[in-house]
C-alpha cells in the first residue's frame, strides 16, 4: 500500500427518517483499514451514539467482496517508533471503545471475509449478521505481531477457547458456520439480500423499541469492561513494540509476497 493508497478509503453514514444510522466504510485494498479510516470509523460511531436522532446504528462495509482485511500491512512496516506504532494500534482500541461506549445498540453487517481488525469490528457491535462467505481469521502471529487490540472482544464474544483456536492457528480460515456456532454471528445467510432483509427488519423494530431501556440493556450486556480503555492502551503498547521488530519487519514483508 503506497502512501496514497493510505490516504484513501472513506467512511460515510446515513439516518433513515426511522433513527435507523448506516455507517460505510471502505477502502480499495479489500476494505483494509489504515489509521485515519479508523479514526474517522470511531469518531463517526461515538457521534452518532450521542445524536438524539438516531436511534439504531447498522454497520457495513462497501463492495461485494471482502468484508474488512484488517490493518493495512505497508503501514505498519513504515512504523519507525514506539509512539507510532501505539497511535496505530491505538485505531483499532478506539473503534472498539466506541462501540462499547455507544448508547446505541450496534448492528454488524459482515458480507465477506474478516481478517484480525475485521473480526474486531464483528466482535465489538451487539448482533451481528453474516453471509456464507464471511470467513474468518486472525492472522497477527503469523506477521509476528499477536491479536492483542482485537483480543479481549474477541474473546469476550465466543470465550478463550475459541479465540485462541484462532490466535493460534493464524493461517487458517474458519467458517461462517464456525463464527455462528461459536457465537460471534447471531444469524448467517445464503444471500447478502436475505441477510439484509432481516438486517432491515431487526432495525426497524429496534427504532421503535424504548430507548432508555437499549441504553440500559447495552450498559449490562457490557458489564466488566470499564477498564478497557486502559487495557485496549496497554495491548496497543504491545503491539508497537513488536511491530518495531526484524522479526515482525520480514514476517510482513513475507506475508505480502504469498
Known sequence: MSEQAVNQGHVEYNISDAGIATIEFGHPLSNSLPGKILQKLADTITTLGNDAAVKVIVIRSSGEKAFCAGASFDELISIKDLETGQQFFSGFAKV?????????????????????????VASAVDYCFATKHADVKLSEL????GPFVVGPA?????GVSAMSELAINATEWRSADWAYRKGLYAQVFDTVDEMDKEIGILADKLSNSNPEAMRLLKQIFWEGTENWDDLLAERAGMSGRLVLSDFTVNAINQFKKK
Not at 474477541?154 to 465466543?158: L, Q
Open 142 to 145: 503469523a506477521v509476528g505481531i
Open 96 to 120: 472498539i471503545n466506541a462501540c462499547r461506549k455507544a448508547p446505541k445498540l450496534i448492528i454488524g453487517r459482515v458480507h465477506g471475509k474478516a481478517v484480525g481488525g475485521g473480526v474486531g
Open 154 to 158: 474477541v474473546e469476550r464474544k465466543i
